[in-house]
Every structure is written in structure tokens, then in C-alpha cells.
């Protein structure tokens, strides 16, 4: 079964030249007006209206703005509104109504990462392995959750107060023995740098001590508790 809808051409609106597709960078001032010759309107005195929608039936996202009347289209899209939205405009002569469709494309604007959770100060021991590793969380990039080509890669620029230079970093990983004499304050500042080379640092110390001289909790103090 299907059907066949017979209009009155006199009376019709039609699709005279369909709306291209538009795209706007993440970020931008978006503005567009539907074009006064997309559709054809037979009936002379009559003004046509809009409205527009989603291609699911959903409203417009929260950043796009329209007007009915004038067929403006206004917003500002930020980094989560990063992709396709496909709108379904609907004019209106109150004799008829037609539709066309078109998509608007929210592409991405490179955004620098930035820290996230804080390295607190390290300690290490003189002649034992040192082994610290910096957590996914530490610096967060928001072009991580719109662009799947997206990475952070890490570099560290590392000063000694005293003693050689035992620590080691690869593959976001710092590793070492210090020597004995080697005790005293590690500076370490980490750069994280997205495909963009937008970049963002962290400072924090590696205190290394003599395992032979230093004092250590050896049995910690119990919770107490009194009524």
C-alpha cells in the first residue's frame, strides 16, 4: 500500500534551489539566513514562516538559535558541539508546507591540554630502584572527546641539586637508582603537548634520601579512640 499526495500547483510551495551545506569551526560566531529564493511560492500576498527541527525530530542543539519569522539561523558552538547536525526546515505559506534538508558541520578548533590532577612530591632512597609513572588524568585534553586522532606525548626536562643524573624517562615512565650521594631535591618539569603542539607543564620534586641515615616509620600508629 502506499499513497499518492495530489496539490494544487497554484497553491504549492516547492523547492527552487535546496540550501547548500554550511559548516562553521567550533568556537565562531555562526549566522545564516535562509536564502529568499529556496522556495517557490505561487500565492501572491502570502508570507512564508519556518520552523526547523533535527532530522530525528529532536529541537536545534542548545547553542543553535533560529527565527521563524525571518529564517535566521544564529549561535555559538563550543568543543562539545564538534560534528554533523542534520536540520530539516519546514516552510509554511498556510496553504502549504514543504521541507528541505541540509547539514551543518561544527569542526574542530585545536584546544592546548591542561593539568588536571596535580604530582605531589615524590621520595626515593639512594641505591634502590626508583620507579614512578604519570597517570592518563594527570593533564586533560577536551579534543580527546571529539577527536579520535588525538594524543598527548610527553617530554621532561630534569635538574639535579646534587649528585648525577640516575633518573631515567620513557614512555611516560621515570625510572632509576640513585647512587649513594646522590641525595637531595630532583626537579622535574613535564610537558605535555598535543598534535596541535599546544603544550601544557608541571613541576613537581623528587626528594631522595639515605636509606642509612634516614628515619622511616617502621610500625605506624594505630587508630585510636575514646567515648
Known amino acids: 500500500?502506499?499513497?499518492i499526495t495530489v496539490s494544487d500547483p497554484n497553491t504549492s510551495l516547492s523547492v527552487v534551489n535546496a540550501i547548500v551545506d554550511e559548516s562553521i569551526a567550533q568556537d565562531g560566531t555562526y549566522g545564516f539566513t535562509i536564502p529568499g529564493s529556496t522556495f517557490g511560492n505561487p500565492v501572491d500576498g502570502?508570507?512564508?514562516t519556518y520552523s526547523a527541527l533535527q532530522s530525528n525530530g529532536q529541537p536545534l542543539p542548545d547553542w543553535l538559535l533560529f527565527n521563524g519569522a525571518t529564517g535566521h539561523f544564529s549561535g555559538t558552538p563550543l568543543?562539545?558541539?564538534?560534528?554533523?547536525?542534520t536540520i530539516v526546515v519546514t516552510a509554511?505559506?498556510?496553504t502549504s508546507s514543504i521541507t528541505d534538508t541540509f547539514n551543518l558541520t561544527v569542526t574542530n578548533v585545536n584546544d592546548a591540554p591542561t593539568e588536571a590532577?596535580?604530582?605531589t612530591?615524590?621520595?626515593?632512597s639512594s641505591?634502590?630502584?626508583?620507579?614512578?609513572e604519570i597517570q592518563p588524568d594527570t593533564f586533560s585534553d577536551i579534543d580527546l572527546a571529539v577527536d579520535s586522532t588525538e594524543a598527548l606525548t610527553y617530554t621532561a626536562a630534569i635538574s639535579y641539586e646534587s649528585g648525577s643524573n640516575w633518573l631515567?624517562?620513557?614512555d611516560g615512565v621515570f625510572s632509576g637508582t640513585p647512587a649513594s650521594g646522590d641525595e637531595g631535591v630532583v626537579t622535574v618539569i613535564l610537558t605535555a603537548t598535543d598534535q596541535g603542539s599546544e603544550t601544557a607543564t608541571m613541576t613537581f620534586t623528587i626528594t631522595v634520601s639515605d636509606p642509612n641515615t634516614s628515619l622511616s616509620v617502621v610500625n605506624a600508629i594505630v587508630d585510636e579512640s575514646i567515648a
Open 127 to 132: 641505591t634502590i630502584d626508583y620507579s614512578f
Open 79 to 85: 568543543n562539545a558541539d564538534v560534528g554533523v547536525v
Open 168 to 170: 631515567g624517562f620513557s
Open 1 to 3: 500500500t502506499f499513497t
Open 46 to 48: 502570502s508570507t512564508i
Open 117 to 119: 590532577n596535580i604530582i
Open 121 to 124: 612530591g615524590q621520595t626515593a
Open 92 to 94: 509554511d505559506n498556510e
